[in-house]
């Protein structure tokens, strides 16, 4: 075989090479894209259709945060780059205790800041919580994946969050009050109840 021939054998079993591991890291990728979306829905809904976040769901978000945080400060890493993800996973844990301190019957700047802050630790803390997760199940996540493709995930996942907050202000357009009974939740403000069967 010429060298000519050789190199370019050469080439296409690195072409093949890389594009198998192409294809390999679009999996794991397109798994933590549809995981972190379908974690961010359902407070993002509850938000738009109740205008409040359930309590499980916070709690949730704690839970995991909150045994997140414990091995990032027990991983064998610098203190430098645990840091930033401690304080990260420690928010959840910091609203509850503000929760503690605050009477939420009393009307005041206090409470409405506590709950604004309650919204932002859903909001903006399950994105943030499932990527610290995911770097830390994932180390070489961030080795092989772009900026661009990080940007990808964190923009479809934040439209995701954005059309399901639309979804639940706008439920009474597409949904009726007995479709919220029967799923085993109370029914949303002005919601339509569903009209009556002329048959009967």
């Not at 370019?8 to 072409?15: L, Q």
């Not at 991983?75 to 605050?102: C, D, T, Y």
């Not at 610290?132 to 996942?157: E, H, K, M, N, Q």
Request: hydrophobic letters at 55%; charged letters at 15%; proline letters at 6%.
């Amino acid at each position: 075989m010429s060298g000519a021939s050789a190199a370019s054998v050469r080439r296409v079993g690195e072409h093949q090479i890389e594009e198998q591991g192409r294809a390999q890291r679009a999996v794991p990728i397109g798994v933590v894209m549809v995981g972190m979306s379908l974690v961010v829905w359902w407070p993002a809904f509850t938000l738009g259709a109740w205008g409040d976040l359930f309590f499980d769901q916070l709690l949730t978000l704690w839970a995991a945060a909150t045994a997140a945080l414990v091995f990032v400060l027990i991983e064998r890493r610098p203190v430098g780059s645990k840091l930033v993800r401690a304080l990260l996973l420690l928010i959840p844990s910091l609203w509850i205790v503000l929760s503690f301190l605050f009477n939420e019957s009393e009307e005041n700047l206090a409470v409405f800041l506590l709950a604004l802050a309650g919204i932002l630790v859903v909001v903006v803390g399950l994105p943030l919580t499932m990527w610290v997760l995911v770097r830390i199940v994932w180390p070489d996540f961030a080795s092989f994946t772009r900026r661009s493709t990080r940007w990808t995930i964190l923009g479809v996942v934040g439209g995701i969050a954005v059309m399901s907050f639309l979804l639940g202000v706008f439920q009474s357009e597409w949904l009726y009050c007995e479709e919220f009974t029967l799923s085993g939740n109370s029914e949303p403000p002005g919601c339509t109840p569903e009209p009556p069967d002329l048959d009967e």
